[in-house]
Structures are given as structure tokens and as C-alpha cells.
């Protein structure tokens, strides 16, 4: 019998992804580990690789194909010893098989738990190939018996026949019967009114073009819904003078042999990582059973990318050096922008950073990327009168505002986190210690 090969889940939250390119083709052999096709996730696009051996025996969904749902059928491999003729009894069972799902809603929640091991995901839809035979997957099934608990005896831990049938005689492995009683998913909660090209208001507005949305413009419509609609904002500003710091990055930028490059905003991620060390208690997460306090700091920072924003994620970045921070962050923005990101690498974060200095903007305010309870926005700076000792003088001077979840940080809190902040941009030598 044919291998199934199906669409898979290359992060916790994928749902669906774009089917962008075919690396083989039918009549193709493929090994274990080879490419055989390129995802586009709403983030990235990313290589599939082969987890059995065998001929490419039908493609069945073309590439270039969107909105493929995660474990979708999207192709059939013969294994060694298999001819062509061995597709068509699996290609009819392919397509009957969604069918027969529909007539049992009652097993939909069984598919539920899926999400549970968020971590795992990436690997979780190939993770049974693997790590064992379809043979195996095969009388494991029929048997009813999950495979991933059953103890492998081949090579790297590989589940084979001999396997299974000791998991059959022993019982072990058998699917967790609560499962089907479980109670069918709460039904999402309405978002707000959907709008449809084909609403008569726009019969009233000037032609226009409707340029259909990507993946990664649903996912940032869907979460920042979510988290305007859900989560309780408020907004603390303060303004930060800048010119020792503008002088400490001249100095460091201009150093001999410096192969580095120092950014205002390198500076402001480390004192706002450095500042959340002091005031941990804003580098939290809220959940309805506990609010969850990170042990360090993992500092998202947001970039625009052609069709949306992407977060690329400095792991433990108070505990980086300058230099460090300025090259990491340089390369992670510059693979976000080729869409060259690893999920690791903008999933998670404990706070994010958002500037659009660059952009002469003055102020503004962020909506928080959930899970996380924070979020600072970083303005231009600019030359205001500021008075110093009683005196009129002027300055540079930065406007930052900090948005956060006021479920898991207070107004004392947020104070006393943007206090710490602006002590350490106003006083940068101590980014250095």
C-alpha cells in the first residue's frame, strides 16, 4: 500500500499553508532527508523532506496550490516493490476518506488534542514516519493502537513490525477511549462584523482592486483582533533624552577595527532587556489559571516584510553584548525580509519592540502580540526645548510608550519598569557594565 504523504504542520499555529513548489516529480526515487517540496506558512516558506523511501507515484495537489489544510493528502509514494497499479486503490480511499469523516462529527474532537503539545508540532506530523515502518504505522492503526507509545527496537528507536505486534499481545499502546467523550469545542467567539468586497456600501465608493489577502495577512488580522478585543490595554509614555547615548554610539561605531555597526534602536533593545531583569514582574504572561514570569528575557522585534510584520526573536538578549545584539538583530531582520526564518526564531518571545523612528513618527501606540504582556513603542527622536537647572536648553529626546496586559501588570509596575528604562538610555554607560 502506497505512503501517505501529507501536507505538514511546520509550526504550533499552522492551520493551512500554500503549496509553492514541487522539488520532484512522479516517477522521481526519493531517500530519507530529501527535499521534496517548498511551504509557504503565513511567516515564511520553508523545504519538506522526504521521512520514507520510495518513487513518487501521484502528486495530487499541483503546486502553487493555497489554503492546503494541514494533513491534507498531497501525494502518494510506492515503496519498494510497489507499481502504479497500487495507486488506484489508494487514491479512491484518499478521496473517500474526508467523506466518511463528516459522518462522524463525534471523533472531530480527537483531532483536538493535536495542538496540545504546542513545542512538538513542527514535528509532530511527521514524527511517526520518523520513527517508524508504515508497515507498523499500518497494523498499529488497524489494531487501534497509538503508535508514539509504542517502544521501538530498530535503528535510532525505530517502531517495526515485530513492535507492534509485542505492543497487540501485551495490550500496550491502546488509544485513550475518554477521548470520544470528550465534549465538542467551544465555539470561537464572534470577531467583529466582517466586511465583504461584495457589501453594497461599495457600490457607492470609486473602482477599486481587491488584491486577495496571504496567509500571513489573515494570521496578523486574526491575533491583533484577538488582542485588541480580548486583552485590556492601557498605555504608559514617557520622554527620554538620547544625546549621551547618540555620543557613546559615535564613539563605539568609530572605534579601530570595529566590525560592528550600533543602532539606536541595539541600544534601546538592551536597556529595555536589562530593564525588565529589574522589574521582572513586566516580563510576564497571563493565563486564566496562573500568571506565568520568565526566567529571562527573549526580545521579539518587529519588522516589516513585504505583505505584514514579522517579530524575529534575540534569545536572552539582556545577557548580550552590544556588538553581539547589533549583528544578531541585523541578520535576523534580514532573513525575516527573504522569509528565511526558522519558526523558532519569531515564535514565542516574553516582550516585544516595535520602532518607527525611522518613519518620523512621534508617538504611537501598539497592540499586544499575545501571549506576552508588553509591548514598547519607540518614537523618532527629535530636538525639543527641554528645561535643565531652571534654564531653557535643547535636546534629543525620544517619546516611548509601553503598552501592556493590565490582567498580569499593574500602573505601579508599568511605572516602575519605564523608570528603570529611561535611566538606563539616559545613563548608557550603564548598558556597558
Not at 474526508?98 to 472531530?108: L, V
Not at 525611522?358 to 519607540?378: H, R, V
Not at 525639543?384 to 500602573?411: E, F, S, Y
Request: hydrophobic share 45%; proline share 6%.
Amino acid at each position: 500500500m502506497p505512503i501517505q504523504i501529507l501536507m505538514p504542520a511546520l509550526s504550533p499555529t499552522m492551520e493551512e499553508g500554500n503549496l509553492a513548489k514541487w522539488c520532484v516529480k512522479e516517477g522521481d526515487t526519493v531517500e530519507s532527508g530529501d527535499v521534496i517540496a517548498e511551504i509557504e506558512t503565513d511567516k515564511a516558506t520553508m523545504e519538506v523532506e522526504a521521512v520514507d523511501e520510495g518513487t513518487i507515484g501521484k502528486i495530487l495537489v499541483p503546486e502553487g496550490t493555497e489554503g492546503v489544510k494541514v494533513n491534507e493528502l498531497i501525494a502518494l509514494l510506492l515503496e519498494e516493490g510497489e507499481d502504479a497499479s497500487a495507486l488506484e486503490g489508494a487514491t479512491e480511499t484518499a478521496s473517500t476518506a474526508p467523506a466518511k469523516a463528516e459522518d462522524k462529527p463525534a471523533e472531530a474532537p480527537a483531532a483536538a488534542p493535536q495542538a496540545a503539545p504546542a513545542p512538538a508540532a513542527p514535528v509532530s506530523e511527521s514524527g511517526d514516519r520518523l520513527f517508524s515502518s508504515p508497515l507498523a504505522r499500518r497494523i498499529a492503526a488497524n489494531a487501534g493502537l497509538e503508535i508514539k507509545d509504542i517502544k521501538g527496537s530498530g535503528p535510532r528507536g525505530r517502531v517495526v513490525k515485530r513492535d507492534v505486534e509485542a505492543a497487540v499481545a501485551s495490550g500496550t499502546g491502546k488509544t485513550a477511549a475518554p477521548a470520544a467523550d470528550k465534549p465538542a469545542p467551544k465555539a470561537a467567539a464572534p470577531d467583529a462584523k466582517t466586511i465583504s468586497q461584495d457589501d453594497p456600501i461599495f457600490k457607492l465608493l470609486p473602482e477599486f482592486e481587491a488584491v486577495p489577502n496571504t496567509n500571513m495577512r489573515k494570521t496578523i488580522a486574526k491575533r491583533l483582533t484577538e488582542s485588541a478585543r480580548d486583552i485590556p490595554h492601557f498605555n504608559l509614555q514617557v520622554d527620554v533624552e538620547i544625546d549621551k547615548l547618540m555620543a557613546l554610539r559615535k564613539e563605539l561605531n568609530s572605534r579601530e577595527g570595529a566590525d560592528y555597526k550600533i543602532s539606536v534602536n541595539d541600544f534601546l533593545v538592551k536597556a529595555t532587556s536589562l530593564a525588565l531583569t529589574r522589574v521582572p514582574d513586566c516580563n510576564v504572561a497571563f493565563t486564566d489559571n496562573a500568571i506565568l514570569k520568565f526566567k529571562r528575557v527573549d526580545m521579539a522585534i518587529a519588522v516589516a516584510v513585504e505583505g505584514g510584520l514579522i517579530t524575529p526573536i534575540i534569545k536572552d538578549a539582556a545577557s548580550k553584548g552590544l556588538a553581539t545584539l547589533a549583528n544578531e538583530a541585523k541578520d535576523l531582520a534580514a532573513r525575516a525580509r527573504d522569509g528565511k526564518l526558522a519558526p523558532e526564531e519569531y515564535q514565542g518571545g516574553t516582550f516585544t519592540i516595535s520602532n518607527l523612528g525611522m518613519f518620523g513618527i512621534k508617538s504611537f501606540n501598539s497592540i499586544i502580540n499575545p501571549p506576552q504582556g508588553g509591548i514598547l513603542s519607540i518614537g523618532a527622536g527629535e530636538q525639543r526645548p527641554v528645561v535643565k537647572n531652571g534654564a531653557l536648553a535643547v535636546a534629543t529626546v525620544v517619546t516611548l510608550t509601553l503598552a501592556v496586559d493590565h490582567r498580569c501588570i499593574d500602573g505601579a509596575t508599568g511605572a516602575a519598569f519605564i523608570k528603570e528604562l529611561k535611566a538606563l538610555i539616559e545613563d548608557p554607560i550603564a548598558l556597558m557594565l
